[in-house]
T-cell receptor
Framework: SQKIEQNSEALNIQEGKTATLTCNYT??????LQWYRQDPGRGPVFLLL?????KEKRKERLKVTFDTTLKQSLFHITASQPADSATYLC????????????FGAGTRLAVHP | DADVTQTPRNRITKTGKRIMLECSQT?????MYWYRQDPGLGLRLIYY???????NKGEISDGYSVSRQAQAKFSLSLESAIPNQTALYFC?????????????FGPGTRLTVL
């Protein structure tokens, strides 16, 4: 069955450091991978999308990589700030499943001053 | 005003009761989705609709039904609520097309079934 794995343990880092979150998947031929941010009590908010033929995508302090051989995406936040503290979800859309996403459970990030 | 709204935001009900959760959007999107979120399990798709006349079951549709009253409105019903339907429910919208697009989520409804 299709499965997405994100580290269930919270990631704690110091302000100014780079946070790196991992998303691993199995049994997919994903066409696209998306990252969302979710704050407590709120709905997820889209951050970045990367296509299967792209290795890397950047947006301001955010960077996403996509390795279809390793079946893994890495999500980086550089120069992290306490305001970056949230849960980050990855979501895959598989070929033929247009606009239907499979979400990971998310990893909570805590950035300490 | 929020682009995707959900009502109610919180609801406590008893086993066996019928419950309706409502979602409205002002984004003009064709596609609408209902998800539930449980701790440690992530978001799971219940139902989705690609237009007013198109309704599809998602991963976990048993015990749920939906109605797409208009392009802007998509309701989720629990015909006879049971305790394991206690969860956070999200409505989302997305644009049409044959390529990936982002989804826009509402603020969620926290449902507790006693």
């Amino acid at each position: 069955s299709q499965k997405i794995e994100q580290n269930s343990e919270a990631l704690n880092i110091q302000e100014g450091k780079t946070a790196t979150l991992t998303c691993n998947y199995t049994n997919y031929s994903p066409a696209y991978l998306q990252w969302y941010r979710q704050d407590p009590g709120r709905g997820p908010v889209f951050l970045l999308l990367i296509r299967e033929n792209e290795k890397e995508k950047r947006k301001e302090r955010l960077k996403v990589t996509f390795d279809t051989t390793l079946k893994q995406s890495l999500f980086h936040i550089t120069a992290s700030q306490p305001a970056d503290s949230a849960t980050y979800l990855c979501a895959l859309e598989w070929s033929g499943g247009y606009n239907k996403l499979i979400f990971g459970a998310g990893t909570r990030l805590a950035v300490h001053p | 005003d929020a682009d995707v709204t959900q009502t109610p935001r919180n609801r406590i009900t008893k086993t066996g009761k019928r419950i309706m959760l409502e979602c409205s959007q002002t984004k003009g999107h064709d596609r609408m989705y209902w998800y539930r979120q449980d701790p440690g399990l992530g978001l799971r798709l219940i139902y989705y609709s690609f237009d007013v006349k198109d309704i599809n079951k998602g991963e976990i549709s048993d015990g749920y039904s939906v109605s797409r009253q208009a392009q802007a409105k998509f309701s989720l019903s629990l015909e006879s609520a049971i305790p394991n339907q206690t969860a956070l429910y999200f409505c989302a919208t997305g644009t049409s097309g044959s390529f990936a697009d982002t989804q826009y989520f509402g603020p969620g409804t926290r449902l507790t079934v006693l």
